[in-house]
């Protein structure tokens, strides 16, 4: 048994089968094969143009491949639409968060998916208790500590903001989070707030897909490190079986040894 509980011999929950994907002659993804283990962080890392955010965006149902499946629990699954990814449980944090500056961290959280009560027994209206009372249970399961969530999100620091936006992925229980560069735009502290809240999402069982440039990032949280380069998988390592050097070879070169 792995630290997660996960038997190392568990079918994978996530396979991707012989994606391509390519922008008119270009092929920014070349016949990918790739499996994704339950409660694993799968770093994906390559230089600029790998095809690393073409390959992730095919699993979030933001870009469909042209060849190539996904399968869950080895069901193939069609991901035409970000809603037919949410439906597959499957979670991805957008650059932008698509947070609405001017609501407060519950109203964030439960955007689209508000409790309403009935005052009277008649006239629907937002549950404000209940969302924030089911954001304070969130926040609680996964460690995270927020200390204004009546404040506009707009007042929120950087990786407050991405917590939040995470926040709203955890309550439709999603299996798979993909983060294309979350730290990148983030101080230090804020950039191990993040770490700690994917490791967190990991011992609850939850499979995170990261996207990084930054190896020491990668080396600290990936259990095991996808390579990409020129649109194709160079290979996956274990990341307690590699070295740094080796990465970067496998970054720059494209060679696995
Ligand atoms: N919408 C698009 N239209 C045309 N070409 C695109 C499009 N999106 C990506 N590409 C091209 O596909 C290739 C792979 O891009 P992708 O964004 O997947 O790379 P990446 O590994 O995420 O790079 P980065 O580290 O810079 O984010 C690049 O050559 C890029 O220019
Ligand atoms: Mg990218």
Do not use: W
Not at 78 to 94: F, V, Y
Not at 108 to 129: K, M, S, T, Y
Request: hydrophobic letters at 45%; proline letters at 5%.
């Amino acid at each position: 048994m792995e630290a997660s509980g996960v038997p190392p011999d568990a079918p994978p929950l996530l396979s991707i089968v012989g994606l391509s994907k390519s922008y008119g002659g270009l092929r920014a993804v070349d016949n990918v094969t790739l499996e994704i283990r339950r409660a694993e962080v799968l770093a994906v890392v390559g230089d600029n143009g790998a095809g690393k955010s073409t390959l992730v965006k095919a699993l979030a149902g933001a870009q469909p491949p042209d060849e190539g499946e996904v399968r869950i629990d080895g069901k193939v699954v069609e991901l035409r639409t970000p809603r037919d990814a949410e439906a597959a449980g499957i979670g991805c944090l957008h650059q932008g968060l698509g947070l609405v500056d001017a609501l407060d961290v519950p109203e964030n959280v439960f955007l689209g998916r508000e409790p309403q009560i009935r005052v009277l027994g008649l006239i629907p209206q937002l549950d404000h208790r209940t969302m924030r009372e089911r954001t304070i249970e969130l926040l609680d399961r996964f460690g995270i500590h927020l200390p204004r969530l009546n404040d506009p999100v707009s007042r929120l620091s950087g990786g407050q903001r991405q917590t939040v936006a995470i926040s709203r992925l955890l309550l439709q229980d999603v299996r798979v989070v993909i983060m294309d560069e979350p730290m990148a735009a983030l101080g230090v502290a804020e950039g191990h707030r993040v770490l700690d809240l994917v490791r967190s999402m990991r011992q609850q069982g939850i499979t995170v897909l990261v996207i990084s440039h930054n190896l020491e990032h990668v080396f600290q949280l990936a259990d095991r490190i996808a390579v990409m380069k020129n649109g194709r998988l160079i290979g996956v390592v274990a990341t307690a079986e590699t070295t740094r050097e080796a990465i970067v070879r496998m970054i720059t070169f494209g060679q696995t040894h």
